[in-house]
């Protein structure tokens, strides 16, 4: 699945960090991940604590009242304040071994209008929520939401700096990603992408014994739980982005009750199978390319041609040229060739958002003559490499070791082969990578824990779900059904381009969000924008 575009962070043992929404080697472009692409700027808010209230463990806590007692203690800390959170690594047992996760606050910008606490989520799942309230609190929400809710991230369990998951080494994750031959056509290659999967997923069960078989989003949403105790908040306000809306709507059902004003942001609905999730995305990344090549054939100096027939047809024609022949790349210390798959990589990243079409037309018009390393460039913005080599998030892995958990996968060739073909009819530049995307789910050493089952969270408040109708990593067909499987879903609609909607995408969108996040009131069901 594809990933959530983002700022750099850690990476477990390096320094680093991713998400955006997600694409590995297959570039989990069977792993959905979604962000959105920000500016750093941040310097923090108003002075002042706001005042701490003691809060009651929920119904069905029974055990896990030392964790939902505790009070972070927070000390400055580059893009505000930082603070670790413990929660048990198995609820299950919570008497047993425990792990910290690692939050950020960026205070109210006007402590005298504060309304309370905002959690974010950029998507990934991978993506640090740390990093993006660390770098670029303010581009995540209004100015107006800004001034009245202290900003707070945390790292999910497995990501960032919350006991990262890390399975391989760069060399062998640049393999993973962009070495193996993500769209197999004989037997030979299937078995090199299954061989490479499969050692990905041994080094992550390896690697991480003790929390491998505890970072589902199920854990996660437990976790969010605590943190709205700790933090001292009666009700969680919430905005959460491409896989954050999986996170969010699995909160609305566990703690229906706990629940204050959500935002779910290009929706990833809860009974979504990996076969839905990959057709899904394979039919939004072709729709976003073909907006992509119609912009494209408006200017003279097009690389792809001059119809929308043209220039798919070349794209898909380059992609296959690529898998026989790839380009030179010269200004990566340790990549040479730009791969189909590293090229796929790169297409995908455009087409997070229109801002970057221009620097995908420059990159193909220099691959037309034979120049990859634009091209790469962009790859590597996806999976946040430095032309050095070195991975900046630990995204790439993390994706797999939430999705993995969450939903069991095959990794049967002849099932992916037939899904494949299938998938190619409705989405002939899309559907085979997708298809063959998610292997590592096939291999997996650790069980899937998780159900593939609708979500209505009976007894919630109001939550606002936004749509996009051309986005390519979370399709508008699934705001639609995420809305009619919500109780109290409220569906705000955006008619554009790019991967989520909120904040200044559009106005309108804006105001209702800011209308519901700031006063309560609720947007129009069906509003469209």
């Given at each position: 699945m594809l990933?959530?575009?983002?700022?750099p962070?850690?990476?477990?043992r390096?320094?680093?960090?991713?998400?955006?929404?997600?694409?590995v080697?297959?570039?989990?472009?069977?792993s959905?991940?979604?962000?959105?692409f920000?500016?750093?700027?941040?310097?923090g808010g108003s002075?002042?604590?706001p005042?701490?209230?003691?809060?009651?463990?929920p119904?069905?806590?029974t055990?896990?009242e030392t964790?939902?007692?505790?009070?972070?203690?927070?000390a400055?800390?580059?893009g505000?304040e930082?603070?670790?959170?413990?929660?048990?690594?198995?609820?299950?047992?919570?008497?047993g071994?425990?792990?910290q996760?690692?939050?950020?606050?960026?205070?109210a910008?006007?402590?005298?209008?504060r309304?309370?606490?905002?959690?974010?989520n950029p998507g990934?799942?991978?993506?640090?929520?740390?990093?993006y309230?660390?770098?670029?609190?303010?581009?995540?929400?209004s100015?107006?939401?800004?001034?009245?809710?202290?900003?707070?991230?945390?790292?999910?369990?497995?990501?960032?700096r919350s006991?990262?998951i890390d399975?391989?080494?760069d060399?062998?994750?640049?393999?993973?990603?962009?070495?193996?031959?993500a769209?197999?056509?004989?037997?030979?290659e299937?078995?090199?992408?299954?061989?490479?999967?499969?050692?990905l997923?041994?080094?992550?069960?390896?690697?991480?014994?003790?929390?491998?078989?505890h970072?589902?989003?199920?854990?996660?949403?437990?976790?969010?739980?605590?943190?709205?105790?700790?933090?001292?908040e009666p009700?969680l306000n919430?905005?959460?982005?491409s896989?954050?809306?999986?996170?969010?709507a699995t909160?609305a059902g566990l703690?229906?009750g706990?629940?204050g004003?959500f935002?779910?942001?290009?929706?990833?609905?809860?009974?979504?199978?990996?076969?839905d999730?990959?057709?899904?995305?394979?039919?939004?990344?072709?729709?976003?390319?073909?907006?992509?090549?119609?912009?494209?054939?408006?200017?003279?100096?097009?690389?792809?041609?001059?119809?929308r027939?043209?220039?798919?047809?070349?794209?898909?024609?380059?992609?296959?040229?690529?898998d026989?022949?790839?380009?030179?790349?010269?200004?990566?210390?340790?990549?040479?060739q730009?791969?189909?798959?590293?090229?796929?990589t790169?297409?995908?990243q455009?087409?997070y958002?229109?801002?970057?079409?221009?620097q995908?037309?420059d990159?193909?018009?220099?691959?037309?003559?034979?120049?990859?390393?634009?091209?790469?460039?962009?790859?590597?913005?996806?999976?946040?490499?430095?032309?050095?080599?070195?991975?900046?998030?630990?995204?790439?892995e993390?994706?797999?070791?939430?999705?993995?958990?969450?939903?069991?996968?095959?990794?049967d060739?002849?099932?992916i082969?037939?899904f494949?073909?299938?998938?190619?009819?409705?989405?002939?530049?899309?559907?085979?990578y997708?298809?063959w995307?998610?292997?590592?789910?096939?291999?997996?050493?650790?069980p899937?824990?998780?159900?593939?089952?609708?979500?209505?969270?009976?007894?919630?408040?109001?939550?606002v779900?936004?749509?996009t109708?051309?986005?390519?990593?979370?399709?508008?067909?699934?705001?639609?059904?995420?809305?009619?499987?919500?109780?109290?879903?409220?569906?705000v609609?955006?008619?554009?381009?790019?991967?989520?909607a909120?904040?200044?995408s559009?106005p309108c969108?804006d105001?209702?969000?800011?209308?519901?996040?700031?006063?309560?009131?609720?947007?129009?069901d069906?509003?469209?924008?």
């Open positions: 990933l959530t575009p983002q700022r962070g850690r990476r477990g390096r320094t680093l960090l991713a998400v955006v929404g997600a694409v080697a297959s570039l989990s472009l069977s959905c991940l979604v962000l959105p920000l500016p750093t700027d941040d310097s002075s002042g604590e005042t701490f209230v003691p809060q009651t463990p119904t069905g806590t055990g896990l964790f939902y007692n505790q009070r972070l203690q927070w400055s800390c580059t505000g930082c603070a670790k959170l413990r929660v048990p690594i198995d609820y299950a047992n919570p008497t071994e425990t792990m996760l690692a939050v950020i606050r960026s205070k910008r006007s402590s005298n209008q309304i309370g606490a905002l959690v974010y990934g799942p991978g993506a640090s929520p740390v990093d309230v660390a770098q670029s609190a303010s581009s995540l929400v100015s107006d939401v800004r001034r009245r809710y202290d900003l707070i991230g945390f790292d999910p369990r497995g990501v960032g006991s990262p399975c391989v080494g060399r062998e994750l640049d393999t993973f990603i962009g070495g193996v031959d769209t197999p056509d004989t037997p030979a299937e078995q090199g992408l299954i061989a490479e999967a499969t050692k997923a041994e080094g992550c069960a390896a690697k991480n014994p003790k929390i491998i078989g970072v589902s989003t199920v854990e996660a949403a437990r976790d969010m739980d605590v943190l709205r105790a700790a933090l001292g009700k919430y905005l959460g982005k896989y954050g809306t999986l996170l969010g909160y703690f229906p706990q629940m004003r935002v779910l942001d290009g929706p990833l609905p809860p009974d979504l199978t990996p076969q999730l990959a057709s899904g995305q394979a039919k939004g990344f072709e729709m976003a390319t073909q907006a992509y090549v119609d912009n494209c054939v408006k200017q003279s100096d097009c690389p792809v041609g001059q119809s027939a043209e220039g798919m047809a070349w794209i898909r024609d380059f992609l296959k040229g690529l026989a022949q790839p380009l030179p790349v010269t200004n990566d210390q340790t990549v040479t730009l791969t189909e798959a590293w090229a796929s790169g297409i995908a455009a087409m958002t229109t801002s970057l079409w221009p995908l037309t990159a193909l018009k220099d691959a037309k003559s034979g120049d990859g390393n634009r091209l790469m460039r962009l790859a590597d913005s996806y999976a946040r490499r430095t032309p050095g080599g070195q991975y900046q998030s630990n995204i790439m993390a994706i797999y070791a939430v999705n993995c958990l969450d939903k069991a996968d095959t990794a060739p002849a099932q082969e037939a494949a073909q299938k998938l190619s009819q409705d989405a002939p530049t899309w559907g085979r997708l298809a995307g998610n292997v590592p789910c096939g291999v997996w050493k650790v899937a824990t998780g159900t593939t089952a609708p979500i209505a969270a009976q007894g919630s408040p109001p939550i779900i936004v749509g109708t051309r986005d390519p990593a979370t399709p508008y067909e699934w705001a639609t059904r995420m809305r009619q499987q919500l109780a109290h879903g409220v569906l609609t955006r008619d554009g381009d790019g991967h989520t909120y904040p200044r559009s969108v105001k209702a969000v800011d209308g519901w996040f700031i006063d309560g009131t609720v947007p129009q069906g509003l469209k924008c």
